[in-house]
């Protein structure tokens, strides 16, 4: 074969390849782009969600705690039991009953949402509502014993400006690559994926993929130290 044509053939190849790879860099980048925002966008109408589920279960926990605490009181509150059962017979004969006392026990408990001296139905749905609300914020935030978790992390790993992973046990690392993880979800961030390794489709080419995905297996330690080294650092 002519060498001149080989030379033109790798020229070619050469190009075509740099085209190809231009292509693939701007593909990339317009699907990180798009699963960018895709995450983003699901987390929000996921806390979205989570705001409207809470505030439709505000009515659903005053009525709960309403009637718990009112059948703890019948049950243990024998006047109560028998101003009901007076007000249900008179009802029942047609007379006209101006104060029934379970009507006035749900009136005066709702009335006390309004007062200034906490009821124990105040204090019960004050407590329902926190626990709701922690509820809120651990699954879209970051709480002070995790980022002080994080600090202590970034803290022992430090080295002047940068992070030397090496310092942290296993455990260690294991545990700040789950918080790196935990804290984009929640954050909705978008964290492209590393590529894995790949097969031969034949096996004259084993070989040479196998040197392949070495590298790519190198490269993708690289990249996963260096997410975490940067997420540590943050905290430092």
């Known amino acids: 074969m002519d060498t001149s044509r080989c030379a033109d053939y790798v020229d070619k190849f050469k190009e075509e390849v740099a085209n190809r790879m231009k292509e693939y860099r701007i593909a990339l980048l317009q699907h990180m782009k798009s699963e960018s925002a895709r995450s983003m966008n699901e987390r929000l109408q996921s806390m979205l969600l989570q705001e409207n589920a809470m505030a439709r279960s505000v009515q659903k926990i005053m009525i709960d705690e309403l009637m718990a605490v009112f059948r703890e009181t019948f049950t243990n509150n024998s006047k ?4 009901a059962i007076t007000a249900a017979i008179a009802e029942v004969a047609g007379e006209t009953v101006k104060r ?3 009507s006035t026990f749900f009136n005066d408990g709702l009335a006390s949402f309004r007062s200034d001296k906490p009821s124990e139905i105040v204090k019960r749905c004050t407590a329902a509502f926190e626990a ?3 509820e809120f914020l651990d699954a879209f935030s970051i709480g002070e014993a995790e980022a002080a978790e994080v600090g202590a992390l970034a ?11 090496t310092r942290l046990s296993e455990e260690q690392l294991q545990r700040a690559q789950k918080l790196f993880d935990t804290f984009n979800h929640r954050f909705g961030y978008y964290v492209p994926s ?5 097969g031969a489709m034949a096996k004259e080419g084993e070989a040479f993929i196998d040197e392949v995905n070495k590298e790519v297996s190198l490269y993708a330690q690289e990249i996963n130290r260096s997410r975490l080294g940067a997420f540590l650092r943050a905290f430092a």
């Open 132 to 134: 709701r609300e922690k």
């Open 155 to 165: 803290k022992q790993c430090q080295d002047g400006n940068g992070m030397d992973l």
């Open 100 to 102: 029934d006392p379970v």
């Open 80 to 83: 109560l039991q028998d101003a």
């Open 194 to 198: 590393v590529p894995g390794t790949v």
